[in-house]
């Protein structure tokens, strides 16, 4: 199994250029389910969990052709409604095709995704949402299956927003018969991205970005040709690295709207941060400052970027108290970066960071995505050597991570 093997101590300094966002073409690839004909994306990230969402397209009967960042999906032979246990396991978000398939096919049968190292993440809020736009919801054999002649717009309340279940009812909605609202919807620019899509398809959405998002449902959709917006979480990622590291990057091909609560902290925490239109250049500081964060829905700080943070805040001057609101097992990287010689304590939902004056390189396990960047970050500044392994996490998420911390002046490599 690969690993990555960092020597730690070296300034960053150079430019970036980011990727397009994991989170936003997930749902994208998943509406060309909605339309019969070509879809072309580009910008599209080359991840595990890209694969993995073509892999269960072509099982569902779509043609998919990938070069590169460019993919083109064609749905037209769209002919099964199952997305099996053995490709949703490997990504939950694989869930996604449970809306899509419903308002095109009338029914889907999607194997129910579980639980994942970070939380419990129970999908009943789509399912309320769904069975609202008038779907029949069975749970058996840990499947989920949905279906309905011809779904119905609803009002739809959801008791705590969610970013998939947003979209999920999104997609559902846009082909239902009349009006759809949806309160307390997540305003993440991913689900931003995906309305866009969909109006571009023809469908009549307006509202997101807000809490409250109203669908017209229309009777068909076309295909669309769209470019995936920039992954704010792999912008944050090397912000905090610059930051970490007292370096100075360049980010380019970034949103730099859709990080502010990141750059608001970094700000707090002393790094320099300029904005351009498309980029931003972090210098940081050579003392980081305490700071306390509390992960929040956008435009709150977000839970993507926690682990990423307690990194920063561990050789910070001072303590910091850090709040995790949105997933009930998210300290997991925790016990692996006090194998690094952080000084953290777990209270709940909070932790506590001690600044120590430096981490010292060990080997550690990734337990998922966002806790295998943090290791990384740690790696950075450690003294010596530290090795991540279990870095196939990592691949689901970040492209050529590596290689682009090998550029910005980082002895870093992957071992095979
Ligand atoms: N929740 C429910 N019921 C539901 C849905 C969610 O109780 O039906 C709870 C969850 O358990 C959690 C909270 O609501 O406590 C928020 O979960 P949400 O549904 O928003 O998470 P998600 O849609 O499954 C997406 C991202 C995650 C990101 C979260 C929060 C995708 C594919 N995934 O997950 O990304 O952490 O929103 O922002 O968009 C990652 O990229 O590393 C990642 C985990």
Same mark, same amino acid.
């Given at each position: 199994?690969?690993?990555?093997?960092?020597?730690?101590?070296?300034?960053?300094?150079?430019?970036?250029?980011?990727?397009?966002?994991?989170?936003?073409?997930l749902?994208?690839?998943?509406?060309?389910?909605?339309?019969?004909?070509?879809?072309?994306?580009?910008?599209?990230?080359?991840?595990?969990?890209?694969?993995?969402?073509?892999?269960?397209?072509?099982?569902?009967?779509?043609?998919?052709?990938?070069?590169?960042?460019?993919?083109?999906? $064609?749905?037209?032979?769209?002919?099964?409604?199952?997305?099996?246990?053995?490709?949703?396991?490997?990504?939950?978000?694989?869930?996604?095709?449970?809306?899509?398939?419903?308002?095109?096919?009338?029914?889907?049968?999607?194997?129910? *995704?579980?639980?994942?190292?970070?939380?419990?993440? *129970?999908?009943?809020?789509?399912?309320?949402g769904?069975?609202?736009?008038?779907?029949?919801?069975?749970? /058996?054999?840990g499947?989920v299956?949905?279906?309905?002649?011809?779904?119905?717009?609803?009002?739809?309340?959801?008791?705590?927003?969610?970013?998939t279940?947003?979209?999920?009812?999104?997609?559902?909605?846009?082909?239902? /018969?009349?009006?759809?609202?949806?309160?307390?919807? =997540?305003?993440?620019?991913?689900?931003?991205?995906?309305?866009?899509?969909?109006?571009?398809?023809?469908?009549?959405?307006?509202?997101?970005?807000?809490? /409250?998002? !109203?669908?017209?449902?229309?009777?068909?959709?076309?295909?669309?040709? =769209?470019?995936?917006?920039?992954?704010?979480? /792999?912008?944050?990622?090397?912000? +905090?690295? =610059?930051?970490?590291?007292?370096?100075?990057?360049?980010?380019?091909?970034?949103?730099p709207?859709?990080?502010?609560?990141?750059?608001?902290?970094?700000?707090?925490?002393g790094?320099?941060? $300029?904005?351009?239109?498309?980029?931003?250049?972090?210098?940081?500081?050579?003392?980081?400052?305490?700071?306390?964060?509390? !992960?929040?829905?956008? *435009?709150?700080?977000?839970?993507?970027?926690?682990?990423?943070?307690?990194?920063?805040?561990?050789?910070?001057?001072?303590?910091?108290?850090?709040?995790?609101?949105?997933?009930?097992?998210?300290?997991?990287? +925790?016990?692996?970066?006090?194998?690094?010689?952080?000084?953290?304590?777990?209270?709940?939902?909070? =932790?506590?960071?001690?600044?120590?004056?430096?981490l010292?390189g060990?080997?550690?396990?990734? !337990?998922?995505?966002?806790?295998?960047?943090?290791? +990384?970050?740690?790696?950075?500044?450690?003294?010596?050597?530290?090795?991540?392994?279990?870095?196939?996490?990592?691949?689901?998420?970040?492209?050529?991570?590596?290689?682009?911390?090998?550029?910005?002046g980082?002895?870093?490599?992957?071992?095979?």
């Open positions: 199994m690969d690993k990555i093997v960092i020597h730690g101590g070296r300034r960053l300094e150079g430019s970036v250029r980011i990727s397009g966002s994991k989170n936003a073409a749902p994208i690839l998943f509406s060309a389910l909605l339309t019969e004909g070509v879809n072309t994306y580009s910008n599209v990230p080359r991840l595990r969990d890209i694969d993995s969402t073509l892999l269960l397209l072509s099982r569902l009967g779509v043609r998919v052709d990938a070069g590169g960042s460019s993919i083109r999906i $064609d749905a037209g032979g769209l002919a099964c409604h199952e997305a099996p246990y053995d490709l949703v396991r490997k990504m939950r978000a694989s869930v996604l095709a449970l809306g899509p398939l419903v308002a095109r096919l009338k029914r889907a049968r999607v194997s129910l *995704p579980g639980g994942c190292a970070i939380g419990a993440r *129970p999908i009943n809020l789509h399912l309320k769904l069975a609202a736009l008038g779907a029949e919801i069975a749970l /058996e054999h499947y299956t949905a279906s309905a002649r011809r779904l119905r717009g609803a009002e739809i309340y959801f008791d705590i927003v969610t970013v279940g947003t979209e999920n009812i999104l997609m559902a909605a846009a082909l239902a /018969e009349g009006t759809t609202v949806l309160r307390n919807a =997540a305003r993440e620019p991913e689900v931003v991205a995906l309305a866009d899509v969909l109006n571009r398809m023809g469908a009549d959405i307006t509202g997101a970005g807000t809490p /409250e998002i !109203t669908i017209r449902g229309v009777d068909t959709l076309r295909p669309v040709s =769209a470019e995936i917006i920039p992954d704010r979480i /792999e912008t944050g990622t090397f912000l +905090v690295a =610059a930051a970490l590291t007292a370096g100075c990057v360049t980010i380019t091909h970034c949103e709207q859709h990080v502010g609560a990141t750059l608001d902290k970094l700000r707090e925490a790094a320099r941060i $300029d904005v351009q239109d498309q980029s931003l250049t972090i210098t940081g500081p050579e003392r980081i400052a305490s700071v306390d964060i509390k !992960t929040q829905p956008y *435009p709150g700080f977000a839970t993507d970027m926690q682990a990423q943070f307690m990194v920063l805040m561990s050789v910070a001057d001072g303590v910091s108290v850090i709040s995790e609101s949105i997933f009930e097992n998210r300290f997991i990287h +925790v016990s692996e970066l006090r194998r690094l010689g952080a000084d953290i304590r777990v209270s709940g939902n909070t =932790a506590t960071v001690r600044g120590v004056p430096r010292s060990a080997p550690v396990m990734a !337990t998922d995505l966002r806790a295998s960047a943090c290791l +990384v970050l740690a790696g950075l500044v450690a003294d010596n050597t530290t090795e991540v392994h279990r870095v196939y996490h990592l691949d689901r998420g970040y492209e050529s991570l590596e290689d682009k911390f090998a550029a910005l980082a002895a870093i490599r992957r071992v095979k």
